[in-house]
């Protein structure tokens, strides 16, 4: 199937944590570190703050991520880059270079904004239910 620029797609915007510390990707998460991972109240509200400015449908914060909707040309104008569906189902990001990756770039993000986010990725689709909308 096709992307069309009005095809609302969502992805998780996953926060650094306010602590400082590593990020997810470099801990083993388990109960006892969770204090560490969550990010700060004021970098949730200014990253939630930018995306809606931005028209994106900003979800609740749940752990240390929350979800943001929006067209494709809305993803594509944000994050400067290229969406197409993969062939296993999953959005993809196509660089200017062609570089492929689940994962929005944050460099054409304005700096203040993009200083608490550790990732804004593409989730894999549902392996289960209807696959014919």
């Known amino acids: 199937m ?9 992805a998780q915007v996953i926060l650094k944590p306010a602590s400082g510390g590593a990020g997810l ?9 969770l204090p560490d991972l969550v990010p700060s109240a004021a970098v ?3 990253t939630k703050r930018f995306f809606g400015s931005m ?45 492929v990756s689940d994962r929005l770039p944050l460099d054409s993000l304005p700096a203040g904004d993009r200083e608490g986010i550790e990732a804004v990725v593409f989730g894999a689709p549902p392996d289960f239910g209807p696959t014919d909308y």
């Open 55 to 99: 028209g994106f449908e900003v979800g609740p914060m749940v752990g240390v991520s929350y979800s943001i909707s929006g067209t494709v040309r809305q993803f594509e104008q944000t994050f400067g880059i290229r969406l197409r569906e993969g062939a296993d189902g999953r959005i993809e990001c196509l660089s200017e270079r062609g570089e």
């Open 25 to 33: 990707e470099s801990l083993e998460i388990t109960s006892d570190r």
């Open 44 to 46: 949730t509200a200014g």
């Open 2 to 10: 096709s992307m069309k620029q009005t095809d609302i797609v969502s």
